[in-house]
């Protein structure tokens, strides 16, 4: 069966140094996978600093902190199509917040 891959980017501020990445995944007009990943132009390059995705079997959050700590946050819902509203909502109405924890963790 065909699996068709959406991919896009989105600008979360006026400079282009915030954005939202996003793939999705559709198979017979179902989503099947997600990634939402929100990523900060730090110190010369794209950092990543939250991502929704369904890899390891389920869906989950990550936050990205400073060498190399993960924290993975499992989350329910009762469809994909509802998480990835989520993801997409949270990034976009809380992406200062998380940078601003990112970049306290940078400085210690």
Known sequence: MRVRTIEFETLLDKNGFERLRVRLRVQKNELIDVVYQYESFIEEKWQPIIRYDCAHGFFHRDVLLP?????????????????????EHDIKDRWEWYKERYVKKLKK
């Open 67 to 87: 060498g190399d700590i993960k924290e993975k946050s499992e989350m329910n819902f009762d469809s994909l199509k509802q998480a990835s509203r989520y993801a």
